[in-house]
Nanobody
Framework: QVQLVESGGGWVQPGGSLRLSCAAS????????MGWYRQAPGKQRELVAR???????TYSDSVKGRSTISRDNAKNTVTLQMNNLKSEDTAVYYC??????????WGRGTQVTVSS
């Protein structure tokens, strides 16, 4: 069974940084587009960033310039470095593995709370 396990969430003050990691198992990791999504209370899940197997990354406007997504195809991991965090970044962050057109796996999520 495919597993995506997130780690690195927690509480941080505004302006701080967090590094989220996702470890994937039982998938051909290199075939998948890996992404991070988030869902805040009362809101829909939204894309934060994603990276192709070749390392091409895209970011949502809300985190562009403050976040970096990267992957290690040898270790089956994807990380999201987030800097200058804001209160509106508070959400549950989910790791996603996507293989077009319809293979889609999700982790259970990790909570990120940004507050003073």
């Amino acid at each position: 069974q495919v597993q995506l396990v997130e780690s690195g969430g927690g509480w941080v003050q505004p302006g701080g940084s967090l590094r989220l990691s996702c470890a994937a198992s039982r998938i051909k990791f290199g075939n998948f587009v890996m992404g991070w999504y988030r869902q805040a209370p009362g809101k829909q899940r939204e894309l934060v960033a994603r990276v192709t197997s070749a390392g091409s990354a895209t970011y949502s406007d809300s985190v562009k310039g403050r976040s970096t997504i990267s992957r290690d195809n040898a270790k089956n991991t994807v990380t999201l470095q987030m800097n200058n965090l804001k209160s509106e970044d508070t959400a549950v962050y989910y790791c996603n593995a996507y293989y077009a057109p319809a293979v889609d796996y999700w982790g259970r999520g990790t909570q990120v709370t940004v507050s003073s």
